[in-house]
């Protein structure tokens, strides 16, 4: 006999029968609820997004660089729907210049591309910019794109904004009388740190159109405020003209410089500008010349890449009026090239900084 006798090994006990089947039951029925929940949350959220359709697009987010995020918008006009063109981002822009610096023919050349919408002078209208308010109250309006003109397209919008003139110029012109008034301004430079503040929070691209050749400017307002007088095309007065004929009739007023003013009215522009640059250099800008764009093929290149719209030719149908010789374009030029000759304005002189 073994010392050590050996009983048989039992397995481990299994509940009784009747609660095995109540927890496999007990088991089902959660998966059920489980599932019966899940159902129940899929349909909500198909009836919502159904009911969101008509109204709301989904929109695939498209790259743009981190530093660009505050410049690309995708704006809600309350007038109309955009449609298909909803998921198309728009970026805000503006032009600032002044009289006869080529801002009339610059838009032309923008609006030829099939994406971008510049809606001219849209605070040409007093009630627009009586006070703060009402100058927001515009902006908004437009940036909203609840603005239509002539500069809607068919395309899909990628650049909207307008134009907006540092000034009024009124030059009173006499025989020899040559006035620069900066009173009737349009609001731009009257609330320059609202309007500074508005800009960077609505994430505006800014356009400072110039022109370097400020005694080519002042000829051409004196020339353009002779005609609003004169009105020698038919009885009309045309600030832009479409054709070689037209602007040959222009080009035939001589002005009058008053050459004890000259300098001075020359340094009061450039101060007007500088003062400008400087007031609103925080903003996302393009430092613009009309001499630039007429000379440099690129120009108009790096203006389309600044917009963030694809790079094509523009064209404009406007002819340019004073494009002579600085003395053929006025009567008294000795009188002019003798008083600037020595000072810093000398180098407008010889208007080689214009090519046609």
């Given amino acids: 006999m ?12 299994l509940p009784p029968r009747p609660t095995l089947v ?23 959220h198909g009836e919502e997004n159904g009911a969101q359709e008509p109204n709301e697009h989904v929109c695939a987010n498209p790259y743009v660089p981190s530093e660009e995020l505050p410049y690309v918008h995708f704006p809600q006009p309350k007038g109309y729907s955009r449609a298909e063109c909803s998921c198309n981002p728009v970026r805000f822009f503006v032009i600032v210049s002044m009289q006869r610096s080529g801002s009339g023919w610059f838009e032309t050349l923008l609006n030829s591309h099939p994406n971008i919408s510049s809606n001219g002078e849209i605070f040409n209208r007093v009630d ?16 909203d794109l609840d603005w239509l003109t002539s500069a809607a397209k068919n395309e899909c919008t990628a650049a909207f904004g307008f134009k907006w003139m540092l000034n009024q110029m009124s030059v009173l012109c006499h025989v020899t009388l040559m006035i620069l008034n900066f009173s009737k301004s ?39 405020n002779y005609d609003r007088d004169a009105k020698q095309l038919n009885g009309t007065h045309k600030s832009h003209v479409h054709s070689e004929e ?6 035939k007023f001589k002005p009058e410089l008053d050459v004890s003013t000259l300098v001075s009215n020359i340094r009061d522009v450039e101060k007007y500008m500088g003062d400008c640059l400087d007031s609103f250099n925080t903003t996302r800008r393009m430092i613009l010349y009309y001499e630039d764009i007429i000379r440099n093929r690129n120009a108009l ?8 719209v694809p790079v094509r030719k523009l064209v404009s149908r406007q002819v340019k009026i004073h494009t002579r010789p600085l003395p053929d374009l006025v009567r008294n030029w000795e009188d002019v090239n003798s008083r600037l000759n020595g000072t810093e304005y000398a180098r407008f002189l010889d208007g080689a900084d214009y090519v046609k």
């Fill in 2 to 13: 073994h010392p050590y006798p050996l009983k048989g090994s039992k397995g481990a006990s």
């Fill in 22 to 44: 109540f927890l496999i039951a007990l088991f089902g029925l959660y998966v059920c609820y489980l599932s019966f929940n899940q159902i129940r949350m899929e349909s909500k």
């Fill in 128 to 143: 627009r910019r009586q006070n703060i308010s009402s100058i927001v109250q515009t902006l908004d309006k437009l940036y």
């Fill in 186 to 224: 349009q609001g731009f430079m009257d609330h320059h740190d609202d309007i500074l503040s508005y800009l960077n929070k609505k994430g505006v691209s800014v356009i400072f159109l110039f022109r370097r050749n400020t005694l080519r400017r002042l000829i051409s307002v004196l020339a353009n």
């Fill in 246 to 251: 037209e602007a040959e009739i222009l080009a």
């Fill in 301 to 308: 290149f790096q203006v389309q890449e600044f917009l963030g």
